[in-house]
């Protein structure tokens, strides 16, 4: 099953936001194997974190990523407009199977 | 710099076969990697389809295996997608993308929108 997100979040410039990404016990809670992707209109997903809270070179440290139990999170400080944008998560399930979040809609006010 | 580009029919009629290919440059197909298609239809999430390595061995999602084959010809570095016996369902952007160990999606094609209608 997917893993589960809130549809939108919502924040003005240079505020704090996070997202959350709600799996179970044999997906998010089992492996620090959790990714998050950003994804503006008619591009392809962006790598932004993977295993949990690392970031890939070139990424900005505004993002940042953490896991507690079955839900992992993403935080994206000192909100810019360039921002705004889908997320998803994505974790590894066991098996070599691997299951994406429905998505979350950013919006910087 | 790692580059994948999906190629393919973009209509497909219903219960006929969808073949894509990814073709990949800036990086030996033959690495310790592993490679994936991922779909995205219109409006919602991604969904992993499967997972393929140089030396072919395969890992698809349980709810298309019956329909799937994914291989590589490391001769041409490039992988393949055949998803069989194809409905409106299987609408979507198809992307192909290098899956890092232990398991993240680093590098993504374009996307290449496959619609299925007569």
């Known amino acids: 099953s997917a893993l589960t997100q809130p549809a939108s979040v919502s924040g003005s410039p240079g505020q704090s936001i996070t997202i959350s990404c709600t799996g179970t016990?044999?997906?998010?809670?089992?492996?620090?194997?959790v990714s998050w992707y950003q994804q503006h209109p008619n591009k392809a997903p962006k790598l932004m974190i993977y295993?949990?809270?690392k970031r890939p070179s070139g990424i900005s440290n505004r993002f940042s990523g953490s896991k507690s139990g079955n839900t992992a999170s993403l935080t994206i400080s000192g909100l810019q407009a360039e921002d705004e944008a889908d997320y998803y998560c994505?974790?590894?399930?066991?098996?070599?199977?691997?299951?994406f979040g429905g998505g979350t809609k950013l919006t910087v006010l | 710099q790692v580059q994948l580009q999906e190629s393919g029919p973009g209509l497909v009629k219903p219960s006929e076969t969808l073949s894509l290919t990814c073709g990949v440059s800036?990086?030996?197909?033959?690495?310790?990697?592993?490679w994936a298609w991922i779909r995205q239809p219109p409006g919602k999430g991604p969904e992993w389809i499967g997972t393929?390595?140089?030396?072919?061995?395969?890992y698809y999602n349980t709810s298309l295996i019956n329909r799937i084959t994914i291989s590589v010809d490391t001769s041409k570095n490039q992988f393949s997608l055949t998803l069989s016996s194809v409905t409106a369902a299987d609408t979507a952007i198809y992307f192909c993308?290098?899956?890092?160990?232990?398991?993240?999606?680093?590098?993504w094609g374009q996307g290449t929108l496959v619609t299925v209608s007569s």
């Open positions: 800036g990086h030996s197909i033959s690495g310790a990697n592993y």
């Open positions: 993308t290098r899956l890092m160990n232990p398991g993240h999606f680093d590098y």
């Open positions: 994505n974790s590894y399930g066991g098996g070599n199977a691997w299951v």
């Open positions: 295993e949990v809270n």
């Open positions: 393929v390595d140089y030396r072919g061995s395969t």
């Open positions: 016990s044999s997906d998010v809670g089992n492996y620090n194997i």
